[in-house]
C-alpha cells in the first residue's frame, strides 16, 4: 500500500476509536445514578377531568332551554339558551369551567333577546257606598259618576255603573222630641172644684198632665137661690213625646266591566362558550434537554469519519490522473 493511503487510513482508524471512545463515555455517564425528591405537600384539587365524557352539572340554578355545540375557526363552540324571567340578571346564568363530551370551555359572550309579551283580561264587578239625603232613584243616580277606574294587582279599565242593581237602605237616624196635647170635657159637677178633674191622662201612650182648666155653670137650682145647678170642666193636657227620623239614606252603587293586565315578555339568554385548547406537552422537549450529546457526539464521529474518507477517495483520483 502506498504511503499516503496507508496515512490516510491510519487517521480514519484514530477517528473511529476517537468516536467509539465519546460513545462510550456519554453511556457510562447515562449510568449515573438519578436522584429524586418527593414532595409530600398536599397537592391542591384537581382541575376537571378533560378526558370525562359525561356532561357536568351547572353551577346556574337555571337549567337552559336548548344546548348547541358548533365548530368555528379551529375552536369548538358551546351555546347554551335561557328564557327567563325579566327580573333574572344574566350573571345568575354565566357558570365557569364548563366540561361537557370530554371538552373544556370558557365563557366568552352573551346574546339577549325580549320576547313578546302577553295580554290578560277578566271581568270585574266593584261595590261603591255612598251617602244620599234622598230615597229618589232618579236624583241619587244624577249624582253619581257614570264611570269608574280601576286600577289592581296589574289589571286597569274603566267600569260602568249598573243602574239595574241600585241598593237603597236608611241611613243614620236623629232623635227629637215633641209636645202633645189633649182636651177633656167634664160635665155634671156638683161643684167647680179642681180635685173633682183628673190630673193626668194618656194619648198613644204618652202621659199628659193637666195644664189648663176652665168652668162652665149650667142651670141654676130650684130653690130661688140663684146658684148653678151644676158645672162643666174644660181641661187642656199637655205632655212630650220623643221620636226619630231619618236624616239620609245609605246607597249601594254596583259597577262591571272588563280590565286587561299587560304580562311582559321573558328574556331569552344565549350564552356562548369558547373551547379552552389544552396546553402542549414540554415533556419530550424537557428529555432532549436533559441528554444533550448523547447521540450527538457518536453522529459527529461517524460524519467526520465519512468526511476524511471523501477526502482520500478525491486525492486518490487526482493522483491517478496526474499520473
Known sequence: MKPYLRHSVAMLCVLMLAGAGLHTTAFAQDDTPEISIVDITEEPTQPPDTNSSTPQIPDSDFL?????????DGYKILRKTFVVDADVTPSELIEQNIMW?????????????EMPGTTETKTVRKT????????????????????????EDGYEGKLELDEANLVIEDGDKQSYSYTVTDTKEYTGLASNDPYLVPKTVQKNGVSLSLSNLQWTPVGVQQDGSGLPASYAATAQYSGKAWGSKITGYSVTLLYSGEVKKTVPGKIKYTLIYEEVKPEPDMS????????????????????????????????????????
Open 284 to 323: 419530550a422537549q424537557t428529555d432532549a434537554v436533559q441528554e444533550p450529546g448523547k447521540f450527538p457526539a457518536f453522529w459527529l464521529v461517524v460524519g467526520g469519519c465519512l468526511c476524511v474518507l471523501a477526502a482520500v477517495v478525491i486525492g486518490w483520483i487526482i493522483r491517478r490522473r496526474r499520473r
Open 128 to 151: 261603591v257606598q255612598v251617602t244620599s239625603k234622598t230615597k229618589e232613584r232618579a236624583s241619587i243616580l244624577a249624582a253619581q259618576e257614570p264611570t269608574l277606574s280601576y286600577s
Open 64 to 72: 337552559p332551554n336548548d344546548v348547541q355545540r358548533q365548530e368555528e
Open 101 to 113: 363530551h370530554g371538552c373544556a370551555y370558557q365563557y366568552l359572550d352573551i346574546l339577549k333577546e
